[in-house]
């Protein structure tokens, strides 16, 4: 099967992975649409992601008692067709239907896989009171990739009260991980969330590409960026974050260290084509010990303080040729610890939004001046920072 189709089967024509978001966006809610119209990675995908390392074998979640009506627990079913590959891994294919997931034991990944869903195949979480879970647990593994259909949290209907950590999509340590295609709504916690696999010293996630999701109505984060190295995030949307702390679209924040009073570290991260929108706090939130981020190619709006916030980012960082627009803060706010970061090629406008709009003539300006304070401010702590030509609107 070519690698930019999924979701084939005896009913479904294949949908090509530059569809996906086009028709994704047709599942959000019409409030949603009427109020911020389609995503912007609909209009053209830039980024083909890897295809991971794995065997022939396929594997059908109904052929092993999964039922997806939405009412029957499938969580025993589908993990049982994931260890029901050989050694040489596979694929499990999720055929369209609602699937009701127990994400506090969570469906267990395993290395050489690809879990594959029907477009039209839903894991809804079972409501639960746990303070934490995931419905996908990539842990230590090799060789993965994720594709296809909907995980929709518990949000709206959760038993408990306290915690965040109710993730859709976790991924602890690991190397060679793909998620695409996917839309991921309502979780308790986080969309998506990558971290270290517990271990002195921590074992960094290395190598994981994020495309073409939605992360959208998560709860703390739509995507969660922490302890990992060389990640590819394209042609995403991370939008409307509510409820808990940090509230952001994509929180780029390191574990706190297993061997020191420190944070360990986000090393090459790269986002593009991405739509940040409609978020509580930040756009993009940068905590400690970032280095060698890119963000290029965004569109970074609608956001409830900053469009994007560092705080410790160093390293040959560039924020450029993006759009930083109708954020209610500052648009771009380099804090304390920023160091050796271009800033060029960027458009700005309607940014401080809370003390009212104000309009004013288009200009170009190359470097900082205080005229330009609603949409880039260059605080105390940073050094080194390189303010190319960028234009103000």
Not at 226 to 232: C, E, Q, R, Y
Not at 278 to 292: D, F, H, S
Not at 326 to 351: A, K, P
Request: with cysteine; charged share 20%; hydrophobic share 35%.
């Amino acid at each position: 099967m070519n690698d930019i189709e999924f979701g084939r089967n005896s009913a479904s024509a294949p949908l090509l992975r530059r569809d996906f978001l086009r028709n994704s966006v047709l599942l959000a809610t019409p409030a949603i649409l009427a109020g911020m119209g389609a995503p912007l990675s609909a209009a053209a995908a830039v980024y083909d992601p890897p295809s991971r390392a794995r065997g022939d074998a396929t594997r059908n979640v109904r052929d092993y008692g999964a039922v997806g009506n939405g009412i029957h627990d499938d969580t025993s079913a589908i993990q049982a067709a994931i260890n029901a590959l050989p050694s040489t891994g596979g694929t499990v294919f999720v055929p369209a239907g609602t699937y009701l997931v127990d994400a506090v034991r969570s469906v267990k990944l395993r290395s050489l896989m690809h879990f594959k869903l029907d477009p039209s195949a839903k894991l809804v979480v079972k409501p639960n009171s746990a303070d934490k879970y995931s419905v996908l647990l990539i842990y230590g593994i090799h060789d993965v990739e994720v594709s296809g259909g909907q995980i929709v949290g518990d949000r709206d209907h959760h038993l408990g009260t306290i915690g965040e950590g109710g993730h859709g999509i976790r991924v602890s340590g690991g190397q060679r991980l793909t998620i695409r295609d996917i839309r991921i709504s309502k979780c308790w916690g986080d969309g998506i969330c990558t971290g270290p696999k517990p271990a002195t010293p921590y074992v960094y996630a290395n190598d994981v590409v994020v495309a073409n999701v939605i992360c959208t109505e998560n709860r703390r984060n739509a995507l969660s960026i922490g302890s990992v190295i060389n990640m590819k995030v394209y042609d995403s949307e991370f939008s409307n974050t509510k409820g808990t702390a940090p509230e952001c679209g994509i929180d780029i924040e390191p574990a706190q260290s297993s061997t020191n009073s420190g944070y360990e570290y986000n090393d090459q991260v790269w986002i593009e084509n991405c739509l940040i929108r409609g978020n509580t706090k930040y756009g993009i939130n940068v905590w400690k010990n970032a280095r060698r981020l890119t963000v290029t190619k965004c569109t970074i709006s609608d956001n409830k303080v900053c469009g994007m916030v560092t705080r410790g980012l160093t390293g040959g960082s560039s924020i450029v040729g993006n759009t930083i627009c109708n954020n209610m803060s500052t648009g771009l706010f380099l804090q304390d610890g920023t160091v050796d970061v271009t800033v060029s090629d960027n458009t700005s406008y309607n940014n401080y939004l809370k003390q009212g709009l104000v309009d004013r003539v288009d200009f170009y300006l190359t470097g900082w001046a205080t005229k330009i304070k609603k949409d880039l401010i260059l605080g105390s702590g940073t050094s080194n920072i390189s303010v190319g030509t960028n234009l103000y609107k």
